[in-house]
């Protein structure tokens, strides 16, 4: 016999094998049908108990109103399509997207999203090593958090997980007597002047291929960030920069100057000669028929050029910019200054990134704090 209840108060009855069994009504799916949830029991009693808990989950919104179970993998890219999206650059989008198909395991992405267990997501970031498993841990912390916040789930997880220690790559630069065999056995390629622009400014890659005639001022000896070119999907896009203190303006040594002067004068030479075929683009550094270099063929060049210089392979573009950070932190340039100059959103990124790379640091702060306890002695 059926003990019936109003809409959303539950129902229990007793079935014909001697079990109880309870519901509780959700709402309605997409298509007008009607949800139920279901509790089984031996007595009437635990039936009774298990319905009170679905109640008060209904009450609080942890009752699921979509007729059938999602699984986490279908949540993670709901999450991503529907509230990250929105929110972020193409090129992110792109990043977690291809970090979802890459390194999210089908065993993991199969289970129904409320069945997720902290041990589950810890095992998957002890797979993971580095800027991988920090970006996916950030991510599915903020789609459980999105999640708990609708009511799917009554917790977020990975919050009960423990980030594995990350390795920080060293930071690589060019010392001194690099850089001298570095622009002695490339000043005679044409991208010489973009290479030279990078390592006595410390701009990013995409940073110096966006720069336009528009962003350097030859007279104050200056020049403005205001956007970055990426490749993505077969189409050049130019995007703002990432935070607020990316958009700056760098001052340019007088060395920079003169070299950026005669480049000028060779690019004039180009666009002439390209006469009704040039493609009306004012990027400081094109290609030689003046359209945006790729951004993977222009670190190809820069391979090249370190084979030449009998340079290590493994130092990167970013290593040019790592070695202007570095010298200037090095003649005891104030840290603050060097933040706002790369673009750092923060003094403690600068700091953390470099202090154990500039050589001297510690000593010098050392000496200054000898030279003052000296003076007040005397």
């Not at 129904?112 to 970006?135: A, H, N, S, W, Y």
């Not at 000043?187 to 390592?199: K, M, V, Y």
Request: aromatic share 8%; proline share 5%; hydrophobic share 35%.
């Amino acid at each position: 016999m059926k003990h019936r209840r109003g809409n959303n108060e539950g129902s229990i009855y007793r079935r014909k094998d001697g079990t109880w069994c309870g519901a509780v009504s959700s709402g309605r799916d997409r298509e007008g049908n009607p949800i139920r949830k279901y509790v089984y029991g031996k007595t009437r009693q635990e039936v009774s108990n298990k319905l009170v808990k679905l109640l008060q989950d209904y009450q609080v919104g942890l009752l699921p109103t979509q007729g059938k179970k999602v699984t986490f993998g279908q949540w993670l890219w709901t999450y991503l399509n529907l509230y990250k999206k929105p929110q972020i650059r193409e090129t992110t989008y792109e990043l977690y997207s291809n970090i979802l198909k890459n390194h999210l395991p089908t065993y993991l992405a199969s289970l129904p999203l409320e069945k997720v267990r902290p041990e589950d997501l810890q095992r998957l970031f002890l797979e993971k090593e580095g800027r991988t498993m920090q970006i996916l841990r950030n991510f599915i912390h903020g789609a459980l958090k999105q999640a708990m916040r609708l009511g799917y789930v009554p917790r977020n997880v990975a919050e009960a997980t423990t980030p594995p220690r990350n390795k920080k790559k060293e930071v690589q630069v060019l010392s001194r007597e690099d850089i001298k065999k570095f622009i002695a056995s490339s000043q005679d390629h044409r991208l010489f002047p973009a290479f030279f622009l990078l390592l006595t400014t410390g701009l990013r890659r995409g940073e110096l291929l966006g720069l336009q005639w528009s962003d350097v001022d030859l007279e104050r000896g200056t020049i403005t960030v205001s956007r970055s070119l990426i490749y993505l999907k077969g189409k050049f896009i130019f995007q703002e920069p990432k935070t607020k203190g990316s958009s700056r303006t760098i001052p340019l040594p007088e060395v920079t100057q003169e070299v950026l002067k005669e480049w000028k004068r060779k690019w004039l030479e180009e666009r002439m000669a390209l006469g009704a075929n040039w493609p009306k683009t004012d990027l400081v550094f094109p290609t030689e028929v003046h359209t945006p270099i790729n951004p993977r063929n222009f670190g190809r060049t820069f391979k090249d050029l370190l084979k030449k210089a009998e340079l290590s392979p493994t130092i990167t573009i970013h290593g040019l910019r790592h070695t202007y950070a570095t010298l200037l932190l090095s003649a005891g340039e104030h840290p603050k200054v060097v933040q706002e100059l790369l673009g750092h959103s923060s003094i403690t990124i600068t700091m953390d990134t470099y202090s154990k790379v500039a050589p001297g640091l510690k000593e010098k702060a050392v000496e200054k704090l000898n030279a003052i306890l000296n003076n007040g002695s005397r």
